[in-house]
């Protein structure tokens, strides 16, 4: 499995993903051999597995990764079921609170002020911020970040260019630049998914806010540019969202605004 670690590493998948995704190869591994495996031999497989929807939906994805560093063509695992995953709105932070995160990480300086400040400014998600490079960033106003954005299948990155709030323009220009990352890690790589997700509880803690995660930053991103524009297309291009889809599940966060609507109705 250790080759297996090292693909996905390559490929920037989160620390806990590589562990997960390991996990299960190695299951599958002993229950069958996955060379000779059909789609039906991994039905059985996946019979045997705990039965709750996020345990087969990560076991689908690990398998279908995993056919891939075997570099099977057609991959047997994309035949399997999708399981369906519930839709779950978004929980942001009010803008108030918003802006307190923001301090906090301008009062921790440092790491955490540039990391706090490019996710509260772009909504880019955690791992894409943690591998942010400093050759992927224009810093001759008005600035940009070309960001290295979550693959599909076979397609790989898809990336956007991101514009830079003035702010985070000229936080990144004051930066020493010491390494290719904008957030190494002592190893000469970038920052670990366990160190930035710790670094995001540290501003969080500072804030006062108690837990939150680095996609909470992202839908606060998302629900305040929507409450303030009302552009549903750009706030797409903003997040990286394929679909339009994605994003109109934040409109469902903005009950002031039905407020707003129903006053402005003649009477």
Not at 201 to 223: D, F, M, Q
Not at 238 to 259: I, K, N, W
């Amino acid at each position: 499995m250790d080759h297996f670690d090292s693909w996905l590493g390559a490929r920037q998948y989160a620390d806990t993903t590589r562990r997960v995704y390991r996990i299960y190869a190695s299951r599958l591994c002993a229950f069958t051999d996955p060379a000779t495996a059909t789609t039906n031999d991994l039905l059985d497989f996946m019979e045997v597995l705990p039965g709750t929807a996020p345990s087969k939906r990560a076991a689908r994805k690990a398998l279908v990764a995993y056919y891939r560093y075997l570099g099977v063509d057609p991959n047997p695992a994309e035949q399997l079921p999708r399981v369906a995953e519930p839709q779950r709105l978004p929980r942001p932070l009010t803008e108030p609170e918003h802006r307190e995160w923001v301090l906090a990480s301008h009062r921790l300086g440092g790491t955490h002020e540039l990391a706090g400040m490019l996710m509260a400014t772009t909504g880019a998600r955690t791992g894409e911020v943690r591998v942010a490079r400093w050759e992927d960033f224009s810093l001759i106003a008005p600035g940009y970040w070309r960001v290295r954005g979550k693959g599909a299948r076979r397609r790989g990155p898809i990336w956007r260019q991101q514009p830079l709030h003035p702010e985070m323009l000229a936080l990144l220009q004051r930066q020493l630049i010491v390494s290719p990352w904008l957030f190494p890690s002592p190893d000469g790589s970038y920052l670990s998914d366990y160190r930035m997700r710790k670094l995001i509880l540290e501003i969080s803690a500072e804030a006062g806010l108690g837990h939150v995660t680095g996609h909470r930053i992202r839908h606060s991103v998302a629900t305040i540019a929507l409450s303030k524009t009302g552009d549903l297309r750009a706030v797409q291009s903003l997040l990286g969202h394929r679909s339009v889809q994605s994003t109109q599940m934040y409109t469902e966060v903005l009950p002031d605004r039905l407020h707003e609507v129903i006053h402005a109705l003649p009477t």
